[in-house]
């Protein structure tokens, strides 16, 4: 099964009109840029992954693990990590710890739902 991923915070709930005037409600995200934090081997853990940290975090609020943890990837601390599994080879090599808004997908006939809005640094005012 192919999967397109999101990474951003959920603002919301708004709606969208159609021409026909059908109502439609949808979900604004905030997206964030995300970064490489590191790339898993199948030799490793038997299985190929990227991870991926988005999110800013005060270095005060980690703890010493994970503050050890981002040293060692040398990179900033991120607020949320995520594991992606890739069943297919990256079709271009990204190193850890670079930052990329689009890093490739699982999928290739994967269409994003009309019921989905993206906002990517935009205030959203709500009446």
Same mark, same amino acid.
């Given at each position: 099964?192919?999967? #397109?991923?999101?990474?951003?915070? $959920? #603002?919301?709930?708004?709606?969208?009109? *159609?021409?026909? %005037?059908? =109502?439609? @409600?949808?979900? !604004?995200?905030?997206?964030?840029?995300?970064?490489? #934090?590191? !790339? #898993? &081997? &199948?030799?490793?853990?038997?299985? $190929?992954?990227?991870?991926?940290? *988005?999110?800013?975090?005060? /270095?005060?609020? =980690?703890?010493?693990?994970?503050?050890?943890?981002?040293?060692? $990837?040398?990179?900033?601390?991120? $607020?949320?990590?995520?594991? *992606?599994? !890739?069943?297919?080879? =990256?079709?271009?090599?990204? @190193?850890? %710890?670079?930052?990329?808004?689009?890093? %490739?997908?699982?999928?290739? /006939?994967?269409?994003?739902?009309?019921? =989905?809005?993206? !906002?990517r640094n935009e205030s959203v005012s709500r009446s």
């Open positions: 099964m192919s999967e #397109i991923a999101l990474i951003g915070k $959920k #603002i919301g709930m708004t709606r969208e009109f *159609y021409k026909s %005037g059908q =109502l439609v @409600p949808v979900t !604004v995200l905030k997206m964030e840029k995300a970064r490489v #934090i590191q !790339v #898993i &081997e &199948e030799d490793k853990r038997g299985y $190929k992954a990227v991870q991926l940290g *988005y999110g800013k975090i005060k /270095n005060s609020k =980690l703890t010493k693990a994970m503050k050890g943890f981002f040293s060692k $990837k040398n990179t900033e601390a991120k $607020k949320k990590l995520k594991e *992606y599994r !890739v069943t297919k080879s =990256l079709s271009r090599s990204t @190193p850890s %710890g670079s930052s990329s808004p689009f890093l %490739g997908t699982t999928s290739t /006939n994967a269409k994003p739902s009309p019921r =989905l809005r993206a !906002v």
